[in-house]
């Protein structure tokens, strides 16, 4: 066997089912260190499946598949080490302040300086006026960017971000994206999924689209472009996007540094949270693929 080099994410041939349902029918892909790779695909193509696996919530059927060189089925706390997970419903308690939530989650990990760490992470995502509030009255957008913040603590050197703007706002969206960048500036590999093209198209460095249990085409955005062959001069009007009406309109947000007063979008669900992760003793031979079902609307 040659010597393989150490990458952030390499799954090879990995297959769920559940029952009879074939979920993923032989998964491949790697992930380079710092970057960012969105795995695309419809509702129930199989991305959380595959996301539980990597984060060692799930056990696969078959095929392998490692975070920084651990394997994941049988070196499961060193992945865990490794790794945040910000799940499909934000980990964010209600009733808590933001900076309570941070300080809970630092605590959770063992950090040795809980509060010094809540205050760097508000003031890294902008939260700092709003942390002595409580997490009920945030936008959605301060939400997710509170759930991200509780997912980094203890530093990961890789993120799975599950969704991370499913139902948000314009504005939510905005913030959450300049969050995953800065991530990814910061060298953090992530590993996001979407089921919206232009979050893939405006993040992603790499985009994978999972279809029917397996990644049909995996590349950067100009090598899924070039999949549709030279491109075609035309004549068009060009309008703007309801998108770029919109902005125009309110005022375009930019920056995890600005916060949107607003109503809160994001109900707080039943998902898998970076909390879990640091605060339940999961042994992934233990977890089946019943007990971790996020069922979603
Ligand atoms: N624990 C489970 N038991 C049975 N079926 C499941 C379970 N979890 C997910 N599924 C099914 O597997 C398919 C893939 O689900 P999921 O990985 O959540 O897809 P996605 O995240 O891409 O929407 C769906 O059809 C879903 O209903
Ligand atoms: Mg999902």
């Known amino acids: 066997m040659t010597a393989q080099l150490v990458l952030p994410i390499r799954v090879q041939g990995l297959e769920k089912s559940y029952k009879n349902l074939k979920v993923l029918r032989g998964v491949d892909f790697e ?33 392998s598949a490692s975070v920084n060189g651990f394997d994941v089925a049988t070196q499961a706390k060193n992945v865990r080490e490794s790794i945040s997970l910000t799940g499909q419903f934000t980990a964010v308690d209600d ?43 945030y936008s959605g957008g301060m939400r997710r960017r509170l759930d991200v913040a509780m997912s980094l603590i203890g530093s990961p050197s890789v993120v799975f971000l599950d969704e991370p703007t499913t139902g948000l706002d314009p504005e939510g969206r905005q913030e959450v994206w300049e969050t995953v960048k800065e991530l990814a500036r910061r060298g953090t590999t992530v590993l996001l999924t979407t089921q919206y093209l232009d979050e893939a198209e405006e993040l ?30 035309e004549y068009v009007e060009v309008k703007p996007t309801l998108e770029d009406v919109y902005f125009a309109v309110v005022g ?6 600005k916060t949107v007063p607003g109503q809160n979008a994001d ?6 949270t970076s909390a879990d ?10 977890v089946t693929g019943a007990d971790l079902t996020s069922k979603e609307q």
């Open 267 to 272: 109900p707080a669900g039943a998902g898998l």
């Open 95 to 137: 009733i808590l302040t933001g900076r309570e939530n941070l300080v809970m989650v630092a605590k959770l990990r063992h950090v040795p300086n809980p509060q010094e760490i809540a205050d760097q992470m508000l003031d890294r995502f902008g939260l700092t006026e709003a942390g002595a509030r409580r997490a009920a009255t």
């Open 31 to 63: 992930v380079q260190p710092g970057s960012i790779f969105a795995l695309l695909g419809s509702n129930g193509a199989g991305k959380t499946t595959l996301v539980k696996i990597l984060a060692t919530l799930l056990r696969a059927d078959s095929g």
């Open 252 to 257: 375009r947000v930019g920056g995890a540094g």
């Open 277 to 286: 992760l640091a605060s339940a003793d999961l042994r992934s031979a233990d």
């Open 204 to 233: 992603a460095d790499r985009i994978a689209i999972l279809h029917e249990g397996r990644i049909i085409v995996n590349g950067t955005l100009g090598e899924l472009q070039e999949l549709l062959g030279p491109p075609k001069v």
